[in-house]
């Protein structure tokens, strides 16, 4: 039972250097390797796609024994989507995740400014 709290010290204190990055949000349905699927939402270190992201969340089981459970994990994100792998510290069990996620994939474009012009020499010989 330490090892987990152990494991789980470890991985908070992995995420915790991405914290510098945009956080996002990912709903969708869950899996447990125990057989039992859920409704569940994550936070998700980061918010652009084709990433490496960490996770916490926390999932509704609605026909399960135990009806909550509270993950941790790592996963990938994709175009408007993301897809995870956790522990679920309520079940007991690994937990695969996969759904709709808040993923800024826009492209950022920088301008140059235009060259700036001299303006026109003053020519004072007008005769």
């Given amino acids: 039972m330490k090892m987990k709290y152990i494991i789980a010290v470890l991985l908070i204190m992995g995420l915790n250097s991405n914290s510098f990055a945009s956080p996002t949000y990912m709903a969708g349905v869950s899996f447990t390797f125990g057989g039992d699927f859920g409704l569940t939402l994550k936070a998700l270190t980061d918010d652009k796609k084709s990433r490496a992201v960490g996770s916490i969340g926390a999932t509704y089981y609605p026909f399960a024994a135990k009806t909550f459970g509270f993950d941790l994990g790592a996963g990938y994100t994709y175009s408007d989507a993301a897809a995870i792998v956790s522990w679920d510290f309520i079940q007991n069990s690994v937990q695969f995740s996969a759904g709709y996620a808040d993923i800024d994939?826009?492209?950022?474009?920088?301008?140059?400014?235009?060259?700036?012009?001299?303006?026109?020499?003053?020519?004072?010989?007008l005769n």
């Fill in 105 to 125: 994939d826009k492209k950022k474009r920088y301008y140059a400014p235009p060259p700036v012009t001299a303006p026109p020499a003053n020519n004072n010989n």
